[in-house]
């Protein structure tokens, strides 16, 4: 049967289709058609066409399902890679310990690692062990041999510690296993590897080497037992010390916990090892002095209980600066900079050998002898030609005086301090003891305490048993006011707050009393203080803007080059050890700058540092203070920000406050001003003299505001050699007056540029912020 079918489309552009179909038919019902069907157009292209039947779909869903069941294969496998999978484990070390008897000794060449002798015998100790871990049935998993140490009695044993290094993907051992490896080949009669040297088999000692075990002790079970039980903590004591390594350090008592909680000396010796690695590291040029010190503190003897004397905050931070990216974290949390005191602490604390060579080393000798202390310990100009030995420096100029010319009655000292403070306000005498006195500066002021007399290098108190005996009492209450007054005005506290008689427990205390009390100018004279009767002071509101190192006694005019003293009030502002910029100390615990120091910068650790002229320099009244928050002020138009310190500052004659300016307080040209800059080529703090000028010159330069000051320097461009940073003050005060106050803050660095190009020096405010300051300074929040 033959049908022929033409079919024609209606669509525009259509294809003319032909289709023919051709059957033969035979006895049986078969069909014969062309392989393929063919679709033929006008224009004379042709395409041919197959039909998708059963049997190739499901061969195609097969193929499909195969590669979905692949693809989820995969995806298990990286899930369970990635999430499930142990990561690589860590390797293996273990610390090791023996003894030779013969065949070597130990001689004091080989306690320092730096010697040529110690390099060669250890070589030589480790190429053996080298050999026996290679050649044993650990060798697939032996990284390598490390000597740590060489100790010993001199001419007698020798100590070998080595560290053993694993690694677990081929071999899993525990310290067993290394001591029988050892073991057997000490005690074989023949050693192959330890030939000529007899090994003590019982000193052989294997344990896992990690730093992390430095810091678990059996403390954290104790401090549970003792909140459990409330058993009080034993009184400190101090020790001999009797740790070998550390047999370099000049003193000889030390004492027990130390800042690692070791408990005595056996806990010393169990981690003494791994501190040496730092010292071998020599990640710190002083490590071994910082170590030693850690782990073996000295003692300084107290009247209740012993103390512990620690290395100096600027000492850790040097040595974490070096070797704290080597130590793990719990042991970096027990060796926090903030925990270790300030020089001008309570207290001492040990400062960082070699700062005289460290000067030389930055080419920074001219610093030497020049009369501005920049070593904490004053060994920059303690040993100078104007120094005599065993003499007490005045602390700015090149004089040195003998200890027993302070307050003699005569002025030695160029700033006056030899006689200054000669009555103070101190909790006890002890306490004035504990302090290295170092200058005749007052290390710390104290508004509460007994009254205190300095004479001639020895301390005392003001005894009034013969007020009592010569006075009735109401009169004896009025001198005693008397005295108070007079006392907390010379201290620059403006009021008292509490006058009383206490009796005196502390013991071996001279004294001193009133040769005649109802004199216009009270004397003291010696006396014996039967009664014990001592009198009790408390003043209150430090003066604020005065330089307690200018007046009467001190310095008549202020320097260029800033010294030490002459802006207690100025801090500069750090961003991790780096000085970004200026601020202004205004209470205890606030330090005033502007918004712009913190805009742009990431976020970071920032400290304020207080008492320094030298930026790269140190001083014996330095303090540090970590900054915990900002607070900006709300003033339309002012950029001046208060910055929080973590802890209050403490006062002293290098560190004081600033006053706020009030609020009639006229600003006039006549206001004798100043800023201060950073020398470029010295570092050294300099002040700029200013004067206040109209706006109109400002508004020429420079976009202006109605919280603006404009200023203008009297010398121009001679001032040119300073740097004012962002932050820094403007600080006025009438002429023939002591106190400064704070007038204004710069919002931008200013630096010198060429003539007809200068940025004017216009600062914000603090006048229209001072209600803002004070209610923030005030609060408890």
């Known amino acids: 049967m033959t049908i022929s079918m033409d079919h024609r489309s209606h669509r525009k552009n259509s294809w003319d289709s032909k289709m023919s179909v051709s059957t033969v038919s035979t006895g049986t019902r078969q069909f014969r058609r062309s392989p393929s069907s063919i679709l033929s157009s006008d224009s004379d292209i042709r395409f041919t066409r197959k039909k998708l039947t059963s049997q190739y779909r499901c061969g195609c869903c097969i193929i499909a399902t195969f590669l979905m069941l692949m693809l989820l294969a995969a995806a298990g496998v990286y899930i369970a890679y990635t999430f499930f999978l142990p990561g690589e484990p860590e390797e293996q070390v273990f610390r090791a310990t023996f003894k030779v008897i013969e065949g070597d ?16 015998r250890s070589r030589d100790y480790k190429e053996r062990l080298n050999l026996l871990f290679r050649r044993s049935p650990i060798r697939h998993g032996y990284m390598g041999t490390e000597v740590l140490a060489l100790d010993g009695t001199e001419d007698k044993d020798l100590i070998v510690h080595f560290n053993i ?48 075990l430095m810091t678990t002790t059996t403390l954290p079970t104790t401090v549970v037992s003792q909140a459990v039980t409330q058993t009080p903590t034993p009184p400190r004591r101090c020790y001999p010390r009797q740790l070998p390594y550390c047999n370099k ?44 010190q850690v782990l073996q503190p000295p003692c300084a003897k107290g009247e209740e209980e012993n103390e512990m004397v620690l290395p100096c905050r600027s000492f850790c931070r040097d040595f974490m600066a070096g070797c704290g990216s080597r130590l793990p974290e719990k042991l970096k949390s027990q060796l926090d900079c903030s925990r270790f005191p300030e020089y001008g602490d309570k207290g001492t604390c040990i400062t960082k050998p070699g700062c005289v060579d460290e000067l030389k080393s930055r080419a920074l000798s001219p610093r030497v002898c020049d009369g501005t202390i920049d070593c904490q310990d004053l060994s920059d100009e303690k040993p100078c030609t104007y120094c005599s030995k065993n003499h007490m420096h005045c602390g700015i100029g090149r004089t040195c005086i003998s200890k027993t010319k302070r307050c003699d009655g005569s002025v030695d000292c160029p700033d006056g301090s030899d006689e200054r403070a ?42 009034t048993e013969n007020l009592n005996n010569s006075l009735p009492a109401n009169h004896t209450t009025e001198v005693l006011h008397t005295v108070a007054s007079s006392l907390c005005k010379t201290l620059t506290y403006k009021n008292v707050i509490a006058v009383r008689v206490e009796k005196d427990f502390e013991l071996n205390v001279p004294y001193v009393s009133m040769k005649d009390p109802t004199a216009l100018e009270i004397s003291f004279i010696r006396s014996p203080c039967l009664s014990k009767q001592v009198l009790k002071v408390a003043c209150s509101n430090l003066e604020c803007g005065v330089q307690a190192t200018h007046g009467p006694t001190g310095y008549k005019t202020l320097p260029k080059m800033s010294m030490h003293g002459d802006w207690p009030w100025h801090v500069s502002l ?27 910068q990431p976020k970071a650790e920032w400290t304020a540092r207080f008492g320094i002229i030298r930026l790269s320099s140190s001083s014996p009244w330095e303090q540090e203070r970590r900054i915990v928050g900002m607070v900006k002020s709300p003033v339309e138009g002012s950029t001046v920000a208060l910055v929080k310190l973590d802890q209050p500052i403490t006062y002293n004659d290098f560190v004081r406050p600033i006053c706020l300016p009030k609020h009639n307080m006229a600003l006039v040209p006549d206001l004798e001003c100043n800023t201060l800059g950073w020398a470029r080529n010295r570092e050294q703090l300099q002040r700029v ?67 007809g190009m200068e940025r004017p ?11 803002w300051i004070l209610d923030t300074i005030s609060s408890k929040e």
């Not at 003193?251 to 003494?272: A, E, F, G, S």
């Not at 404009?710 to 001679?718: E, F, K, P």
């Open 165 to 212: 290094h694993i690694d677990p993907s081929y071999i899993d051992l525990t310290t067993k296993d290394i001591e029988d490896i050892l073991e057997e080949e000490i005690t074989v009669q023949e050693s192959l590897y330890f030939k000529n040297l007899t090994i003590d088999s019982n000193s052989l000692e294997v344990k896992p080497s990690n730093l992390l």
């Open 574 to 600: 750090m961003k991790e050890d780096v000085h970004i910029c200026d601020g202004t100390l205004v209470s205890d615990e606030w330090v005033a700058t502007t918004t712009s120091c913190f805009q742009g």
């Open 689 to 755: 003299q200013v004067k206040i000028t109209t706006m109109e010159k400002c508004e020429n330069i420079s976009i202006s505001n109605t919280n603006g000051l404009c200023t203008d320097t009297l010398h121009g461009q001679n001032d040119c050699g300073e740097e004012e940073f962002a932050g820094s003050p403007l600080v006025c005060r009438i002429k023939n007056q002591e106190s400064w106050t704070f007038v204004g803050v710069t919002n931008w660095r200013i630096a010198c540029s060429k003539n």
């Open 105 to 120: 000794t130990f001689s004091p060449e080989l306690a320092d690692p730096s010697t040529k002798t110690f390099k060669v």
């Open 761 to 771: 020096r216009m600062y914000d405010k603090i006048g229209s912020n001072v209600n």
């Open 422 to 463: 000669c009555l103070s306000l101190t909790p006890s005498v002890e306490e004035l003891k504990k302090v290295d006195t170092v200058t005749p500066h007052v290390a710390k002021y104290y508004s509460e305490g007994f009254v205190t007399f300095n004479e001639k290098g020895e301390v005392g108190k003001l005894c």
């Open 249 to 292: 350090l000049p003193y000889n008592i030390t004492t027990y916990p130390n800042l690692l909680d070791h408990q005595d000396l056996k806990d010393v010796k169990d981690h003494v090892i791994a501190f040496r690695e730092l010292v071998d590291a020599e990640c710190y040029r002083h490590a071994y002095e910082f170590v030693c």
